[in-house]
Every structure is written in C-alpha cells, then in structure tokens.
C-alpha cells in the first residue's frame, strides 16, 4: 500500500454552483480489508455540523461521529485553473491571505479578450472567496488559466466518523442532517489479490555429484553466508523466502572439494 490519500467530496445539497461552505474529505483512499477509513465533514458555520449522522447499508448506524474544533489555522495549497472562472478549494475558507502564481495566469474574457492577470512568481491580485469554499477574481470576469499557490484560513471545525471495513465488496455511505440524507457515498473495497507477486519466494534446491550426476545426500547449504541445511536423501534443501536475483552459495561435505576450491562456475545461483 501507498500512503494514504485524502479524496475531496463535496455534500450535494450545497448551492452556490459547487462552491458551498460544507466539504467532505474521506481519507484512506486506498481501501483494503481491515483497513480504518475515515471521513471528516469540514464547515464554517457549528450548525452545518452538529445534526450531521453516519449510515451505512440498510441503516447501519455509524453515528454522530465526533465534533473537532481547532485553532484559527492557515493552509496552503497549489490550486490549477483550466479555463474556469472558479476553483475549488479543499476546505471551506474565511479569506484569501495570499496568492502567488507559480505560472503565468492568463484570463479570458466572456467577449473572448485575453488579459495577463499575473506573471510567473508575481501576486495574483483581486483573488478572492467565492461562496464557501472556492476562489476567483473580484469581478469573476475571466476564466483562468494557470497555477496559484493560495494560502488561505480555512474552516475551524469538523466532525469525524471512522470505519473499517471486514469484507471486500460495495459500501454504501449516507450523511443525513436532521433525519434528510444530504449526501451518499459508495466506497470500493478490493478483494485481497491471491499470489501477488513479492520479492521473496520459496525455492528448493537440489544438488547432485559433477561426475556422475547422482544426488548427494548430507551436504551442508550456507546461502549469503546463512547456513541453510543439509541436503536429503533426494540431495534437496528448501530456501525459504529467498529473495529474488543472485546469491552466493557454499556446499561442502567431507570427500568433496568445496565448491568455492574447485574451478567450476558454481558459486552463484539465480533466484527468478
């Protein structure tokens, strides 16, 4: 597994044109069996939050969650304008406190009139909130193009749920505030992949006499300088979670010259 991502879902009764002040962030994106996921429904306002309830399924209460409230605290993050007049942030936001542009912006007018709005490393002046959690210029006159890196003060407050779930299959999640469901969710939980292929495996080898190409039995096994065993009566040993690539092998048994004094190309063995 990678690290965890932080996947952003906007809660589907806010107005505002996909800019409302209440954010659901679902962390854990990466869903496996057995594997926490959380949910945190961010917002401006106390009462966007406190009547907020958790299901699941046909009514499988994951409850009210808890309610988190942190100190006044500013976030930064880079924000990429494809054309659009607004973009969404990842938290709702009390004010823009600054905005510098990582590329050139450029703006584009509804008459089709482009204007250089910012120069690479320069301010972006006139960038401002837009409805609860999104950003735009003053007079939303052009549609953007380019990077911005915005420092912002985000949303204080935020209630959290957990869940884990035990089985792979679909997941169905319901937000409700006030006994009206205002958001749903399906999360994908993977089933566990059989025979995934790893950097160590199992493998057993077998050792037979140069001369005659019989097996020989009771010869000692040192892998990477780790001894291993002797071999059987079928002159096998099992390496046991062995790592793929070469390795160094040393075999000795009394009336034998060690591998490493004879002069054959036996010193190294291939793990594939």
Not at 6 to 11: C, G, P
Not at 62 to 73: A, H, K, R
């Amino acid at each position: 597994m990678s690290e965890s991502a932080t996947l952003i879902i906007e809660f589907q009764d806010e107005a505002g044109g996909g800019c409302g002040d209440r954010v659901l962030e679902v962390v854990d994106s990466e869903y496996a069996v057995d594997k926490k996921i959380t949910f945190k429904a961010w917002a401006l306002n106390y009462n966007k939050l406190k009547s907020l309830f958790l299901t699941y399924g046909c009514g499988r209460r994951i409850g009210v969650g808890s309610m988190i409230s942190l100190p006044n605290s500013f976030h930064t993050e880079e924000v990429s304008f494809d054309g659009v007049k607004t973009q969404q942030l990842k938290y709702p936001l009390y004010y823009v406190y600054t905005a510098v542009a990582l590329t050139d912006i450029m703006g584009v007018s509804d008459a089709g009139v482009g204007l250089c709005i910012a120069t690479k490393g320069s301010a972006v002046a006139g960038l401002k909130k837009i409805g609860g959690s999104c950003i735009g210029l003053n007079n939303s006159a052009y549609f953007l193009s380019g990077t911005i890196k915005v420092k912002y003060a985000r949303a204080k407050m935020y209630r959290s749920w957990f869940y884990t779930p035990r089985r792979s299959g679909d997941y169905w999640f319901y937000f409700s505030d006030n006994g009206k469901i205002v958001h749903s969710l399906k999360i994908t939980v993977p089933k566990e992949e059989e025979g995934i292929l790893t950097n160590k495996v199992d493998r057993i080898i077998c050792i037979k006499d140069y001369v005659s190409l019989e097996v020989v039995e009771g010869v000692s096994v040192t892998v990477d300088e780790s001894y291993k065993g002797l071999t059987d009566e079928d002159g096998c040993v099992e390496l046991k979670n062995i790592e793929l690539g070469e390795h160094t092998i040393s075999l000795s048994k009394t009336g034998y010259l060690n591998n490493e004094s004879d002069d054959l190309d036996n010193d190294t063995f291939t793990v594939s």
